[in-house]
C-alpha cells in the first residue's frame, strides 16, 4: 500500500474544497447610467445604448448584456418622460420580445406570472414570461423574462431582464431577477 504525506493530502482535499466551492457564474453589481437601477450579472457585460422606439417614444436604451456557459442574459433600460403609459410600454415591449422570439402566443397562455418587487410599480404589465421559442436558424431556445417598471423623480423607467439558454437554470435567472433595484 502507497503511503501519501499529510502535506500532499492536505493539498488534495483543499484543491477539492476549493474546486466544490468554484461558482459556475461570476456574478457583478451593474449599474446604469443617469439611473438608480442596479442589477446583478453573472458575467462581465458588454454595454450599448441605442435609441429605439419604445411604447410609440423614441427612447436610449441602455443594454448590458452577456453570455455565460450556454446562457445569454441581459437587463435593458429606459427612461420615459413624466406622463407616459408604462403599462402600455410594458405590454407592447414584452409583445415585441415574444414576437422576436418567435413564441408562439398560446404556449405563454398559464406562463405568465405577476412581477412585483419591492420599490417597482404594481403595474398589471409587470410580469414574468416563461416561454419557448425559436433562434434565428429555427433552434429552440428558452426564454425567461421580466419587464417592470419603476419611479424616477418625474420619470418613469422601465426595465426588462431575460435569460436564454436550450434549458434555464432557474437559479441563475431568479438570482437575476431579484437582484434588480431602483
Known sequence: MRKHSPARMATLALTLILSACSPAQNWRDIAFEGSTLKAQLPCKPDRTTRTVPLGGLSVDLQVAGCESGTAMV??????????????????????????????????????QQVWHRPGHLPLTSSQRVQAMGLKNKGEPVAMDAV???????ERLRVVHAVVYDRKIQPEMANTLFESIKP
Not at 74 to 85: F, N, R
Not at 90 to 103: E, Y
Open 74 to 111: 441581459a437587463v435593458m433600460t429606459a427612461a420615459l418622460p413624466a406622463g407616459s403609459d408604462a403599462v402600455a410600454v410594458l405590454s407592447g415591449w414584452q409583445k415585441a420580445t415574444l414576437d422576436n422570439a418567435r413564441v408562439n402566443p398560446a404556449s405563454t397562455m398559464g406562463q
Open 147 to 153: 419587464w417592470g417598471a419603476v419611479t424616477e423623480g
